[in-house]
C-alpha cells in the first residue's frame, strides 16, 4: 500500500511541471505564428506580381471608402487626403508602368478596356483635384465625395472583373512579378516625391508669412 501511495505522489508532482512544459510549448507555437502574421503585414512577400499589387492597393482604398460610407454626415476631409494620395500613387503607376506594358502584349479586347480605364482615371482626377480645394464640411464635398466613391468602385469593379482575369491569361507570371517589382518600387518613389514638395510648399508658405 505505501508503495503504491509512493507511486502515485510521485505522478502528481511530475503533472504540474509537465502540464508546465505543455502550456509553454504552446505559448511559444503562438507567438511564432503571430510574429509570421505579424511580418506579412509589414513586409511585402517576395515576387509579389503587378494583378495581386493592385488588389492590395483596392483593398486599402475600399477601407476608407466604409470608413465615409459609415458616417457620410461627417466631416471626412482628413480621410480624403488619405484616399487622395493612395488613388493619384495607384493611378500614377497603372498610367507610367501596367497599362503600356498591357498596350503593347495585350490584344485587342484588353487594349479597349485599358483605355477605357484611362478615361476613368481622368475623371476620377477631376473629381480628386475639385475636392482637395473644398471644405469637408460642406454639403457639395459631401456629395462630390460620394460621387468619388461610386467612380471608384466602379473602376475596381471593371478592372478585377475584366481587366486583371485577360491580363493573367495574356501575360506571363515572370513579367507580372517584374511589374510587380518596378512598381513597388515606383509607389515608395512617388510618395517620397510628393512628401518632399508637400514640405517645400509648406517651408515657403511659412517664410511668406514672417
Same mark, same amino acid.
Given at each position: 500500500?505505501?508503495?503504491?501511495?509512493?507511486?502515485?505522489?510521485?505522478?502528481?508532482?511530475?503533472?504540474?511541471?509537465?502540464?508546465?512544459?505543455?502550456?509553454?510549448?504552446?505559448?511559444?507555437?503562438?507567438?511564432?505564428?503571430?510574429?509570421?502574421?505579424?511580418?506579412?503585414?509589414?513586409?511585402?512577400?517576395?515576387?509579389?506580381?503587378?494583378?495581386?499589387?493592385?488588389?492590395?492597393?483596392?483593398?486599402?482604398?475600399? /477601407? @476608407? $471608402?466604409?470608413? #465615409?460610407?459609415?458616417?457620410?454626415?461627417?466631416?471626412?476631409?482628413?480621410?480624403?487626403? +488619405?484616399?487622395?494620395? !493612395?488613388?493619384?500613387?495607384?493611378?500614377?503607376?497603372?498610367?507610367?508602368?501596367?497599362?503600356?506594358?498591357?498596350?503593347?502584349?495585350?490584344?485587342?479586347?484588353?487594349?479597349?478596356?485599358?483605355?477605357?480605364?484611362?478615361?476613368?482615371?481622368?475623371?476620377?482626377?477631376?473629381?480628386?483635384?475639385?475636392?482637395?480645394?473644398?471644405?469637408?464640411?460642406?454639403?457639395?464635398?459631401?456629395?462630390?465625395?460620394?460621387?468619388?466613391?461610386?467612380?471608384?468602385?466602379?473602376?475596381?469593379?471593371?478592372?478585377?472583373? /475584366? @481587366? $486583371?482575369?485577360? #491580363?493573367?491569361?495574356?501575360?506571363?507570371?515572370?513579367?507580372?512579378?517584374?511589374?510587380? +517589382?518596378?512598381?513597388? !518600387?515606383?509607389?515608395?518613389?512617388?510618395?517620397?516625391?510628393?512628401?518632399?514638395?508637400?514640405?517645400?510648399?509648406?517651408?515657403?508658405?511659412?517664410?511668406?508669412?514672417?
Amino acid at each position: 500500500m505505501a508503495t503504491a501511495k509512493t507511486s502515485t505522489a510521485s505522478k502528481s508532482a511530475k503533472s504540474p511541471n509537465n502540464n508546465k512544459s505543455t502550456k509553454s510549448n504552446g505559448l511559444t507555437s503562438l507567438i511564432g505564428k503571430v510574429t509570421k502574421a505579424a511580418t506579412r503585414l509589414v513586409a511585402p512577400a517576395a515576387g509579389v506580381d503587378a494583378v495581386s499589387l493592385l488588389e492590395t492597393d483596392h483593398d486599402l482604398v475600399q /477601407e @476608407m $471608402f466604409e470608413k #465615409v460610407k459609415a458616417s457620410p454626415n461627417r466631416d471626412h476631409s482628413s480621410t480624403f487626403k +488619405r484616399i487622395k494620395l !493612395e488613388l493619384d500613387t495607384h493611378a500614377h503607376i497603372e498610367e507610367t508602368i501596367f497599362y503600356p506594358h498591357l498596350m503593347k502584349k495585350g490584344d485587342k479586347e484588353l487594349k479597349r478596356i485599358v483605355r477605357e480605364g484611362v478615361q476613368e482615371h481622368m475623371q476620377a482626377k477631376t473629381l480628386l483635384t475639385s475636392l482637395a480645394r473644398m471644405q469637408g464640411k460642406s454639403e457639395n464635398f459631401k456629395a462630390k465625395l460620394k460621387v468619388l466613391i461610386e467612380n471608384i468602385e466602379h473602376h475596381v469593379s471593371e478592372e478585377e472583373n /475584366e @481587366m $486583371f482575369p485577360l #491580363v493573367r491569361k495574356q501575360i506571363p507570371t515572370e513579367q507580372l512579378e517584374n511589374l510587380g +517589382r518596378l512598381m513597388e !518600387e515606383e509607389k515608395t518613389a512617388f510618395k517620397k516625391r510628393r512628401a518632399a514638395r508637400a514640405k517645400a510648399a509648406k517651408k515657403r508658405a511659412a517664410s511668406a508669412t514672417a
